[in-house]
């Protein structure tokens, strides 16, 4: 069949427990954006507390990421993976339980917010990182792109399974919610049998490692209007998180 073509790498376990356990992880992750803004909204009335909140989750991915990526190429994946998810997962129960004992406050929603963003900043290369191990070269390609519709699909899961609870059992349970997600990608990542890390050069510290990646990006003729790109993207179109949760109660 046509469609089969289309699937070819979730025929090999590992990559298969690693392509759901992402799908699970984005989809507390979009599902934590509504509860946490609209919280913050509910909170304050005020937008720019929630853009407050949604810098605090961004901004590690800036400051962190030359780091994260010696982090994923020194340590085993797998127990990358297991660790900034149970992070993001322990993230997600104390924001519940909070909201549970009415002593949330917006500082404490923004401190565990850049705590998830710093997890979240070493997942997205800990998974990148790890695919090409999972599957062989010829379904790379495949590969790369099932998990790009993770990372879209779940973007559209999270929101969609987070809103009944908020009309019902409220914003902690989105929170719990949220945390059983990241649960279940921790269990799926556990069982993932491949083991995998990358070459680092130990002779050398970690500030001449990192900048040797910086020099090559930026020589790079592809990677770095590719990296530029991305930022001009996430700098002025990401931003409508944070006008949701005013927009949804404009008449």
């Not at 934590?32 to 609209?38: F, N």
């Not at 998974?127 to 993770?150: D, E, F, W, Y």
């Amino acid at each position: 069949m046509i469609f089969n073509q289309y699937i070819q790498a979730l025929r090999y376990r590992d990559f298969r427990l690693l392509w759901m356990a992402s799908l699970c992880a984005g989809s507390a992750h979009w599902a934590l954006i509504v509860g946490r803004g609209w919280l913050v909204f509910d909170l304050h009335d005020a937008s720019i507390w929630v853009g407050a909140v949604t810098f605090a989750a961004m901004i590690p991915r800036f400051l962190f990421s030359p780091f994260a990526g010696l982090i994923v190429d020194r340590f085993d994946r797998r127990g990358i993976l297991g660790t900034v998810l149970a992070l993001s997962s322990l993230h997600t129960i104390v924001l519940a339980l909070l909201v549970i004992v009415e002593a949330i406050q917006v500082e404490y929603v923004i401190a565990l917010a850049f705590l998830d963003g710093s997890a979240r900043a070493v997942l997205m290369p800990a998974t990148g990182a790890l695919i090409p191990n999972l599957v062989p070269r010829t379904h790379l390609l495949n590969a790369v792109a099932l998990n790009a519709a993770t990372t879209h699909g779940s973007r559209f899961l999270g929101p969609l399974a987070v809103s009944p609870f908020m009309g019902g059992a409220g914003i902690a349970g989105a929170f719990i919610l949220c945390g059983c997600l990241y649960a279940l990608g921790i269990a799926l990542t556990l069982v993932i049998k491949t083991s995998s890390s990358g070459v680092v050069r130990k002779d050398q510290t970690i500030v001449k490692n990192i900048l040797e990646g910086v020099i090559y990006l930026y020589h790079h003729p592809l990677l770095r209007p590719l990296l530029l790109l991305t930022v001009m993207h996430c700098a002025f179109t990401m931003s409508f998180e944070s006008l949701l949760p005013a927009l949804s109660v404009e008449k």
